[in-house]
C-alpha cells in the first residue's frame, strides 16, 4: 500500500511547478512502484515456479488481510491493478482511489468491480462496502496460487484467468484451477468454491481465511510436501529455440546434412539444443574449405585444357 502516500500538487501548494506546467494542477504524485502487473503476467502466460505462487497468494492475502483487519477495502481488485515486484514474490497495490474506509461518506459514484472479478452483486449495487474484496481478493489469490501449474497457465482466458462472462457459473477453467489450489490444501478448494457460489459479497469468506491457509502451509519448499508431480514442474526448455535436429541428435542418430535447411545444419554442426548457440567446430570448417579448393582446382584446370584445345582447333582451321 506503499502508493497511499500521495501528494495533490496545487496552484496553492506547489506555485512555482504549477506556473511552469498548468497541467500538474491537481495531479497526484506517488512513489513509483516497480515490477509486472499482474495482468502483464497472466496476459503473456510468464512462468512461476511453485514456490513463487505461494509467495505470491501469500503477499497478497497478507495485503487484503492488513486492510480487512483495518476496516478498510480496496473495492477495485483487478489483474491491472497488482504490481509484482521483480523478485515475483511481493505485491503491491495500485489504484486506490476508490478505497473503502468507515470514516469516509459514501462516493457518488462506486465502483462496480472490474471485468474478470466482478460479483454479481457487485454489479448490481457496487461493491465499496468492507467486504468490497472478498470475491476480487478469492479470485486473485486462486489465480496466484494456480499459475505454477501448466494447465492453469494453458486454460487462461487473458488479462484474468477467467473470461468475464463465466465468473460464478461452472466450466473446465474453474474445476482446474480449484483442482490446482486444492493440492496446496483442501482448503482452499472449499474456500474457494464458498465465493464462486455465494449470492453476496458477505457471505464470501473473510480475507483473513486466504491469510490463515497461507500461513499454515509448511515453510519448506512446495514440492517437498505437496502432492504433485515434480516432473510437470520441471523448468521447461524454451521449444522455440530448439532446433529441429537436436532430439534426434539428443537420440543418438546423425542427421543428414542439407544446405537447404540451416537450422539442420545447425544442428549437425553442434547447436546448443537448449539456447541454439553454435559450438565451435572448426574442424569441419577446416573440411569444407579443402574440398571446395579441391573442387575449384579442378574446375580452373579443365577450363584450361578446354581453352588450349579451342586456341590449337582456331590455328589449325586458320591455315
Ligand atoms: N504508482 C505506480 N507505480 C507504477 N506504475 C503505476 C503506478 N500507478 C499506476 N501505474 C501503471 O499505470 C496503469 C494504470 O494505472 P491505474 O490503474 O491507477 O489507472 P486507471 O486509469 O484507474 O486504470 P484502470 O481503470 O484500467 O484500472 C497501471 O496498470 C500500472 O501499469
Ligand atoms: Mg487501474
Redo the contacts with the bound molecule.
Keep these: 500500500m506503499r502508493?497511499c502516500r500521495q501528494i495533490v500538487l496545487t496552484r496553492e501548494t506547489h506555485s512555482d511547478l504549477v506556473a511552469h506546467y498548468e497541467d500538474l494542477d491537481y495531479a497526484m504524485m506517488?512513489?513509483?512502484?516497480d515490477g509486472l502487473?499482474w495482468?502483464d503476467v497472466l496476459q503473456q502466460r510468464d512462468r512461476v515456479t511453485l514456490d513463487q505462487s505461494r509467495a505470491l497468494a501469500e503477499s497478497m492475502a497478507w495485503v487484503l488481510y492488513g486492510l480487512e483487519y483495518n476496516h478498510l477495502a480496496h473495492c477495485?481488485l483487478?489483474s491491472?491493478?497488482v504490481?509484482v515486484a521483480p523478485d515475483m514474490v511481493q505485491i503491491n497495490l495500485?489504484?486506490v482511489e476508490d478505497l473503502y474506509t468507515p470514516w469516509l461518506e459514501p462516493p457518488p459514484y462506486v465502483s462496480t468491480g472490474?471485468m474478470g472479478y466482478q460479483h454479481g452483486e457487485s454489479m448490481r449495487s457496487g461493491q465499496w462496502s468492507p467486504t468490497g474484496d472478498r470475491f476480487a481478493g478469492a479470485v486473485l489469490v486462486a489465480e496466484m496460487l494456480g499459475w505454477a501449474h501448466p494447465e492453469v497457465r494453458k486454460r487462461a482466458w487473458g488479462e484474468s484467468y477467467f473470461a468475464p462472462d463465466e465468473l460464478q457459473k461452472d466450466s473446465d477453467r474453474y474445476t482446474v484451477l480449484v483442482e490446482a489450489i486444492r493440492l496446496y490444501d483442501p482448503g482452499f478448494a472449499e474456500a474457494f468454491e464458498q465465493a464462486w457460489r455465494s449470492r453476496s459479497l458477505e457471505s464470501c469468506p473473510p480475507l483473513k481465511t486466504w491469510y490463515d491457509l497461507l500461513d499454515q502451509l509448511p515453510r519448506d519448499p512446495v514440492a517437498s510436501w505437496a502432492p504433485i508431480d515434480p516432473a510437470l514442474f520441471a523448468p521447461e526448455r524454451p521449444e522455440h529455440k530448439r532446433f529441429p535436429g537436436a532430439a534426434r541428435r539428443d537420440r543418438g542418430d546423425t542427421p543428414p546434412l542439407t544446405a537447404t535447411n540451416p537450422n539442420t545444419m545447425a544442428a549437425s554442426a553442434g547447436a546448443n539444443p537448449r539456447t541454439g548457440a553454435l559450438q565451435r567446430n572448426t574442424r569441419g570448417c577446416r573440411r569444407l574449405a579443402v574440398i571446395s579448393g579441391l573442387i575449384f582446382t579442378i574446375a580452373c584446370c579443365f577450363l584450361s585444357i578446354l581453352a588450349v584445345q579451342v586456341a590449337v582447333i582456331n590455328t589449325l582451321s586458320a591455315r
Design positions: 502508493v506517488m512513489p513509483w512502484i502487473t495482468f477495485d483487478s491491472g491493478n504490481i495500485i489504484d472490474s
